[in-house]
């Protein structure tokens, strides 16, 4: 755990951020989630593929907690490890988006002319696809897997970052104590990790938060398509459409892949929410 | 403004052009032969020579890239499906009213309620009405459009047995899928008219209006909602784009046959053709949206008319 000093604009940021308790559950939720995925072999009562057709389309019990699948197969710790995949790929593919975006939309800025223009024009190209199915023309192209999951649905995400980006550098290098700073002689390099990063900070990391819970919808939706991780392995957007067929007898099979999904988009919306607040104290209030 | 209009549509050349190039990059890559896949792995080896050639499958790439843009151009032709033997124009022809049918019926839907719940919530702020509505519309926000489709068939049609569970053309078939389409933006709506008229509910002009003793009625049509409307607008452009993205998962959900669902039939068949058709159709709409909004600001907001004189 970090210690910030007293006084520093991260302590402020986290007691501004302590106050908001919808904000503090959904950090509350993710870290659950985190630690969930990273134990699941731990925490997981079954192996996600172990079979037992004996047992198939259980209702919800003592013994499985959530009921069995039409393969007997537990249906909580298929979910368990359901959540390997949502975070691995939110996270990565945020990652991905974030830094390439990043670079690409702050080169943008900083050199301006032809290459802002230049690049930006491409961004507004994949911008003119709708992201989800950029998304699934790049699945498609790179083939199923968790690797090319990632990519697909981070290449999708990555124009919004640029333009984020590119849009507060531009803002803060206009502004006076950036020309102040380069009044008192201060090196393009000390300006842009000194002054331009930790201001266009706040924007970028509320994006990221709220974009992961994008990334993970999407990844729910390319498997929900078929596109995404393959069966045997468990994700909630494939599980959520290999229970369609039995919907109207086992409805419980449908239900419980889907609240993962939205209890763990919601915590995200909160913690992004709060971040928000938290971090510009001249917004709201 | 004229002129503004026209400067905006001419972007739509390259844009168009950048669009179909990515997307014969991503399709280049993808794995598969679509003659294999097409013919089936019993075919000939002469056989699978004859489709390549046919279709220009054996042509390297910006042949084909270059051959796809003449034709779409000069002959507005752009190709036939490998599997049904179809026009791709005929196809997307049966296949886009059905989506556009389904995306404004949506956008529509979530634009009246969305704008009416957040009138009132402003306007009874911190009331039962505006703490439901904001808890329901955090739900909406967070629950994927397929999810929602299932929950809904499950209810609506294996329970109850009010709406059919599938299919576009009756109108009460059309009930559940512009409900689950429309329901993240319907929160989202929500929630931006709400801060939006909350914001200028508290401004100089809203308390003279009421100080000259003003209808409240009016106040809140009349002076109120007109300002509030710049960001509700703009919200709503950005979610009719992300409501057509939707549509695709709504189609899967309810066996729609709309674009979306044809651009990912033909993605699974590597049917070239069909997936380049699709998706250019969905990129202009998607296009074409985001210039109509623009187009709007500039007709709701007089400050901005006289800057693009």
């Known amino acids: 755990m970090i210690f910030p000093r007293k006084n520093s604009n991260l302590y402020l940021t986290l007691l501004r951020l302590k106050r908001n308790r919808l904000a503090v559950f959904g950090l509350a939720v993710l870290v659950m989630l985190l630690l969930t995925a990273i134990f699941a072999p731990r925490i997981a009562p079954y192996h996600y593929a172990t079979q037992n057709l004996a047992d198939a389309f259980e209702a919800p019990s003592g013994k499985h907690y959530l009921g069995t699948d039409d393969f007997g197969r537990d249906i909580f710790s298929r979910i368990i490890y359901g959540a390997r995949v949502s975070t691995q790929v939110g996270l990565f593919a945020v990652s991905l988006a974030m830094i390439s975006g990043g670079l690409l939309g702050a080169s943008a800025a900083y050199y301006g002319g032809r290459i802002d223009g230049i690049i930006m024009r491409c961004m507004d190209i994949f911008m003119s696809i709708p992201q989800i199915l950029l998304a699934i023309a790049i699945a498609a192209s790179l083939g199923p897997g968790l690797l090319n999951l990632t990519i697909a649905v981070g290449v999708a995400a990555l124009p919004d970052f640029a333009r984020v980006v590119r849009g507060s550098v531009l803002t803060i290098s206009g502004q006076e104590y950036i020309e102040a700073a380069r009044c008192m002689g201060a090196s393009d390099a000390w300006i842009i990790l000194r002054h331009i990063l930790p201001n266009c900070s706040a924007p970028i990391i509320v994006q990221s938060t709220l974009r992961v819970g994008q990334a993970i919808l999407a990844t729910a939706a390319l498997s929900f398509l078929g596109l995404g991780v393959q069966p045997p392995y468990p994700e909630w957007g494939g599980m959520l459409a290999a229970s369609r067929g039995y919907v109207r007898d086992y409805a419980y099979m449908t239900i419980a892949p889907g609240l993962a999904i939205m209890i763990t988009i919601m915590a995200l919306n909160f913690l992004g929410d709060g971040l928000r607040d938290a971090m510009d104290p001249k917004l709201k209030r | ?309």
């Not at chain 2, 032709?77 to 009213?97: K, L, M, N, Q, W």
């Not at chain 2, 739900?139 to 299919?167: M, Q």
């Not at chain 2, 509910?201 to 003279?208: A, E, V």
């Not at chain 2, 509700?232 to 784009?241: A, L, N, S």
């Open chain 2, 1 to 309: 403004m004229v002129r503004f209009c026209l400067r905006r549509l001419l972007t739509l050349i390259p844009v168009t052009l950048g669009v179909t190039f990515l997307l014969f990059s991503l399709l280049y890559m993808t794995p598969g032969d679509p003659a294999l896949l097409v013919l089936g792995p019993e075919a000939t080896e002469d056989a699978l020579r004859e489709f390549r050639r046919e279709h220009g499958l054996d042509q390297p790439f910006l042949v084909r890239y270059g051959r796809f843009v003449y034709n779409a151009v000069v002959h507005q032709d752009v190709g036939r499906s490998y599997i049904t033997h179809r026009t791709v124009a005929s196809e997307i022809a049966d296949a886009f009213p059905v989506t556009l049918t389904l995306s404004i019926g949506a956008i529509f839907f979530a634009t009246l309620m969305g704008m009416i719940f957040g009138i009132i919530c402003a306007v009874k702020q911190y009331s039962i009405f505006d703490n439901v509505a904001m808890v329901f519309a955090m739900l909406g926000i967070a629950t994927p459009v397929f999810y929602l489709g299932i929950l809904l068939i499950l209810l609506f049609s294996v329970h109850l047995h009010w709406l059919p569970s599938s299919g576009f053309d009756t109108p009460a078939q059309r009930i559940l899928p512009w409900i689950a389409l429309s329901s993240v933006s319907l929160s989202i709506i929500t929630r931006m008219t709400r801060s939006s008229m909350l914001e200028v509910i508290r401004s100089d002009y809203i308390r003279t209006a009421r100080a000259k003793g003003q209808k409240e009625t009016v106040i809140i049509v009349k002076h109120a909602l007109r300002n509030a409307l710049i960001p509700i607008i703009t919200i709503i452009g950005i979610q009719f784009g992300h409501l057509l993205g939707g549509s695709i998962l709504a189609e899967s959900v309810f066996s729609i046959p709309g674009v979306g669902r044809l651009a990912v039939d033909a993605i699974k068949s590597r049917d070239y053709p069909v997936v380049q058709g699709a998706v250019i159709y969905l990129a202009l709409a998607y296009v074409l949206i985001n210039l109509l909004v623009d187009i709007l600001y500039t007709w709701i907001d007089p400050r901005l008319r006289t800057r693009y004189r």
